[in-house]
């Protein structure tokens, strides 16, 4: 079975306090990709990063960062010293070799000025 | 380059009406997708579309929901009749066709079925 779990339901930090939000996945297939996307207030699915199995290389883009382990099957986000625009519900994924993307019920983050 | 378009941003509707929601995605992309977006449900894969025919509808919940795509960029998806339980964002995506490719998605319609 694929599926993939966000425990934290909603998060609250301070503003510039580091935040990590947590997702993992379950798959049997040895080649898949992972994503987050992002969902602000507005209401609009922003993507955000996407990286297939074979990859374990952390990844930076700015505040923002994202671990990838296969032992643990855990793709987690990090974002550091948080802004009020970060606020937002963040979605991990799970894409096996087909279309589909399965979603992570997502975490709610909420940074407070 | 423009992103996914979708139309209407909002729809109100009453019970037992036909609603109609359209896509545009974006272009060169062959894959295109329609998910529902519910506080129960979360996000939910309705139907997707590779190079305009429709691959997987199993998440289509019931016969009153339909989904076309009559061209490479356009498609539809129509409820009919409407219903409250209807009432959700529903959401276009787009990408390559190619495994694990990145879904761009469009803003949603916001559709309230009274």
């Known amino acids: 079975a694929q599926k993939v779990t966000q425990a934290q339901t909603e998060i609250s930090v301070v503003e510039k306090e580091d935040v990590t939000l947590d997702c993992v996945y379950e798959t049997r297939d040895t080649t898949y990709y992972l994503f987050w996307y992002k969902q602000p207030p507005s209401g609009e699915l922003v993507f955000l990063i996407r990286r297939n199995s074979f990859d374990e290389q952390n990844e930076i883009s700015g505040r923002y960062s994202w671990n990838f382990q296969k032992s643990t099957s855990s793709f987690n986000f990090t974002i550091t010293a948080s802004q009020v625009v970060d606020s937002a519900v963040y979605f991990c994924a799970l894409n096996r070799l087909t279309d589909k993307l399965i979603f992570g019920t997502g975490t709610r983050l909420q940074v407070f000025p | 380059d423009a992103g996914v378009i979708q139309s209407p941003r909002h729809e109100v509707t009453e019970m037992g009406q036909e609603v109609t929601l359209r896509c545009k995605p974006i272009s060169g992309h062959n894959s295109l997708f329609w998910y529902r977006q519910t506080m129960m449900r979360g996000l939910e894969l309705l139907i997707y579309f590779n190079n305009n025919v429709p691959i997987d509808d199993s998440g289509m919940p019931e016969d009153r929901f339909s989904a076309k795509m009559p061209n490479a960029s356009f498609s539809t998806l129509k409820i009919q009749p409407s219903e409250p339980r209807d009432s959700a964002v529903y959401f276009c995506?787009?990408?390559?066709?190619?495994?694990?490719?990145?879904?761009?998605f469009g803003p949603g319609t916001r559709l309230t079925v009274l």
């Open positions: 995506a787009s990408s390559l066709e190619r495994t694990g490719a990145t879904q761009y």
